[in-house]
């Protein structure tokens, strides 16, 4: 059985906490690394309903895309929800390991899992890591189509391919219009329209789109838009870190048990549908 310092080690190599975000927080929240490791939890968020889950399954290590602190604090006292968290995972012996934007430029990373997830093949970085020299690293991904499709049906594939959330999938764009080339990027994307618009996609797929740069992008060009939950968009990367810390374990022999949370923490929990709609504005209610 490993001890919590060895699985470190993998997932440091895996996701280098130095290609973290200068703004970021990453890396081992709780834990003692001398502590030996039999089950491991993923999930995105660090919250309560999660930390449950890892006590009632008798987790040793959670790993989340998410940090549960960015900044400073002179207080973890269980007066708050994340104070809460950190006693219960201390109490119960569980480790608290974050992979944040180390995760979101790794090379398999988390546009690489979100593409993957959607049926793409991936040909690049949507926005390069320079230190990378073999151009592999990077933010997002830019990927193709088996073959082009409406985008109505793209829209289709991707609430298809990721979990259901209460927001499901909203699109800007013609429904009819082909989509071929994408470009994606897990968790908020709107900061990376001027690198979308470079590489000359025909969609965009990312979360937590915002009015105004929708409405931008739109009036440029006919890159079409389409808007996921954020949660959704980060949760098929845990697949991918299970199997990354499978075949590490597989390889040491250390005989890990995994499992991948199927919790919907997206914080968003209810969806009303608006009255019918006609060439993108509302219909007027009946006399």
Known sequence: MPILSDVL????????????ESWDAVGLVCGDPQAPVRRVLFAVDPVG??????????????????????????????????????????????????????????DPGVSDALAEAVG????????????????????GRI??????????????????????????????????QTVHRV??????GDSFFDAVRAAGVDAYVTADLRHHPVSEAREAGPL?????????????????????????????????????SQQVTDPWTLHTASSTTTSGTTSPAAD
Do not use: M
């Open 9 to 20: 080690s993998v997932f440091d190599e895996l996701y280098p906490p130095a290609r973290a």
């Open 49 to 106: 309903q999660v930390v449950d889950e890892a006590v009632a399954w008798g987790a040793d290590l959670l790993v989340t895309h998410h940090p549960l602190y960015l900044r400073g604090v002179v207080s973890v006292a269980a007066t708050g929800f994340k104070g809460r968290v950190v006693h219960t995972l201390i109490k119960h012996d569980i480790g608290l390991l974050t992979a944040h934007t180390n995760a979101d430029s790794a």
């Open 120 to 139: 793409l093949r991936i040909t690049g970085p949507l926005v390069p890591d320079p230190t990378d020299p073999a151009g592999r690293r990077g933010t």
């Open 143 to 176: 990927g193709e189509l088996p073959a082009p499709e409406p985008l109505a049906a793209f829209a289709a594939r991707v609430a298809a391919g990721l979990p259901a959330t209460a927001q499901g999938i909203r699109t800007a764009g013609d429904p009819d």
């Open 183 to 188: 470009a994606v990027c897990g968790g908020s």
């Open 224 to 260: 079409a838009l389409v808007d996921a939950a954020h949660w959704a968009t980060e949760w098929p990367w845990l697949r991918s870190a299970e199997r990354e810390l499978l075949a590490a374990s597989d390889k040491h022999g250390w005989g890990l048990e995994t499992r991948v």
